[in-house]
C-alpha cells in the first residue's frame, strides 16, 4: 500500500477554497485515491474518491496531476461545519483493506 | 433502522477482563472492518472479514478476537483487556468485494476504557 503524507493541519475562513495536497510518491498503477472525513466523536464518512485528472461531486473536487504522485482536494466556500479530520488514502481494487494515516485538522474560522 | 449500529457506545473494564464490542449492519455488506482509534491520532486496522467465516488480520491484531457466522455480524473480543487497548473502536462495512475502490459505512464508534 503506498504511504501517503499530508499536513498535519490547516486554519481556513468561512467562505474561502481549501485545498489539502496529498503526497504519495509511490503510488501503484492499480491504487485509486480516496479521501474521507471525520468529525469529533464520529466514524470517518466518504468524500470523493479518483484514479486521474479530475472528479467532482457535490461536495468536494479532487485534481490527480498525470504523474499520480499527489492529488488535492478541494473544499469550495467552506463553512464553520468542515472543521473535520481529512484522510488521504490510496490502495488498490486487489487490496482487501486500507491504511488511514493521520489525516489533516482542518479548522474553519469564522 | 437500517444501517450499521455498535454496541455498547461506551464501555468501561478492568484489567483482565474479556470484553466484547458488537457491530451489526442492515445492508448485506459482504466485507466488514474493525478499526481503533487513540487520542490524536488516525484509525489502525484491527482486523476485517470478506465474507462470513472468513477473517483476515490488519495492522494491530495482538490482543484481539474477531468472529464472523453471520453476514451482518462482526463482534470483536478483547480476551483479556489492557489499559493499552483504552481507545475509541470503529466498525464499518462496505459493499464491494475490495474495501479500498468503493467506499466504506462507519458505526457510531464504541469508547472503550480500561482501568
Known amino acids: 500500500l503506498a504511504k501517503t503524507t499530508q499536513p498535519i493541519s490547516m486554519d481556513s475562513y468561512e467562505g474561502q477554497e481549501v485545498n489539502i495536497t496529498c503526497s504519495h510518491n509511490?503510488?501503484?498503477?492499480?491504487?485509486?485515491i480516496t479521501w474521507y472525513q471525520q468529525f469529533p466523536s464520529q466514524g470517518p464518512r466518504f468524500i470523493i474518491q479518483g484514479y486521474k485528472t479530475k472528479v467532482t461531486n457535490e461536495v468536494a473536487s479532487l485534481f490527480i496531476p498525470a504523474d499520480r504522485k499527489s492529488s488535492t482536494l478541494s473544499l469550495p466556500r467552506v463553512s464553520l461545519s468542515d472543521t473535520a479530520v481529512y484522510y488521504c488514502?490510496?490502495?488498490?481494487?486487489?487490496?482487501?483493506?486500507?491504511?488511514f494515516g493521520k489525516g489533516t485538522r482542518l479548522h474553519i474560522l469564522p | 433502522d437500517a444501517g450499521i449500529t455498535q454496541s455498547p457506545r461506551y464501555k468501561i473494564t478492568e484489567t483482565g477482563r474479556q470484553v466484547t464490542l458488537m457491530c451489526h449492519q442492515t445492508w448485506s455488506h459482504s466485507y466488514m472492518f474493525w478499526y481503533r482509534q487513540d487520542l490524536g491520532h488516525g484509525l489502525r486496522l484491527i482486523y476485517y472479514?470478506?465474507?462470513?467465516?472468513?477473517?483476515d488480520k490488519g495492522e494491530v491484531p495482538d490482543g484481539y478476537v474477531v468472529s464472523r457466522s453471520k453476514t451482518e455480524n462482526f463482534p470483536l473480543t478483547l480476551e483479556s483487556a489492557t489499559r493499552s487497548q483504552t481507545s475509541v473502536y470503529f466498525c464499518?462495512?462496505?459493499?464491494?468485494?475490495?474495501?479500498?475502490?468503493?467506499?466504506?459505512?462507519f458505526g457510531p464508534g464504541t469508547r472503550l476504557t480500561v482501568t
Open positions: 472479514s470478506a465474507a462470513a467465516d472468513i477473517t
Open positions: 509511490n503510488i501503484a498503477t492499480n491504487d485509486y
Open positions: 488514502l490510496v490502495g488498490s481494487l486487489r487490496d482487501d483493506k486500507i491504511i
Open positions: 464499518a462495512s462496505s459493499e464491494s468485494s475490495s474495501g479500498v475502490a468503493y467506499e466504506q459505512y
